[in-house]
């Protein structure tokens, strides 16, 4: 079992940044492997970076050069950080893990076994 906590939502002008914060939490010694998606109201569920154990990362194409996933293994925390905001980017965004037993995760949510309850993040234009 793994609880996952976000944080570092807030309202930002266009133009701002925000950094999220999503804290594991498990009574498992066992990796996990971890990703952002975010979801608008109407729309479906998108995934937006993940981060797999070999350090690699991926982006959905809107968010290429302005945001930027990591994770600090000692704290067992995950970080999205995000610049440039745009009001597009008005989303709930989620934070999402499943244990490494995958070669490589992406970003499709059919991959995580867990997910966060949410951090709203709104940019105003």
């Known amino acids: 079992q793994v609880q996952l906590v976000e944080s570092g939502g807030g309202s930002v002008q266009a133009g701002g940044s925000l950094r999220l914060s999503c804290a594991a939490f498990t009574y498992a010694y066992s990796s996990i492997c971890m990703g952002w998606f975010r979801q608008a109201p109407g729309k479906e569920r998108e995934g937006v970076a993940n981060?797999?154990?070999?350090?690699?990362?991926s982006y959905a194409d809107s968010v290429k050069g302005r945001f930027t996933i990591s994770l600090d293994n000692a704290k067992n925390t995950l970080y999205l950080q995000m610049n440039s905001l745009k009001p597009e980017d008005t989303a709930m965004y989620y934070c999402?893990?499943?244990?490494?037993?995958?070669?490589?995760?992406?970003?499709?949510?059919?991959?995580?076994?867990?997910w966060g309850q949410g951090t709203q993040v709104t940019v105003s234009s």
């Open positions: 981060i797999n154990s070999d350090g690699s990362t």
């Open positions: 999402a893990a499943d244990w490494c037993h995958k070669t490589k995760y992406g970003l499709r949510s059919y991959e995580y076994m867990y």
